[in-house]
């Protein structure tokens, strides 16, 4: 599973951030880091919940 990330609509929230810190890394000023989030087997469903906790949705869950 991969999370793709669209930086163009991260507003700098970090909820992701929040939920799983290991996971969602973010610049010195709070908005995503650009490029894809490759997610380990054990990490899914924490990556699936930081991904939809952004009200931006820039988080995208990738399945295939
Ligand atoms: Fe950005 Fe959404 Fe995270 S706005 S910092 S990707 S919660």
Same mark, same amino acid.
């Given at each position: 599973m $991969?999370? #793709?990330v669209h930086n163009a609509k991260c *507003? &700098?929230?970090a909820r992701c951030w +929040? *939920? +799983?810190p290991d #996971?969602?890394?973010l610049d @010195? @000023? &709070?908005y995503i880091l650009p490029g894809d989030i *490759?997610? +380990?087997e054990g990490? *899914?469903?924490l990556a699936s919940q930081g +991904? $939809?906790?952004c009200p931006e949705r820039a988080l995208e869950v990738d399945r295939t």
């Amino acid at each position: 599973m $991969r999370i #793709i990330v669209h930086n163009a609509k991260c *507003q &700098g929230h970090a909820r992701c951030w +929040a *939920q +799983a810190p290991d #996971i969602f890394k973010l610049d @010195d @000023d &709070g908005y995503i880091l650009p490029g894809d989030i *490759q997610v +380990a087997e054990g990490e *899914q469903l924490l990556a699936s919940q930081g +991904a $939809r906790s952004c009200p931006e949705r820039a988080l995208e869950v990738d399945r295939t």
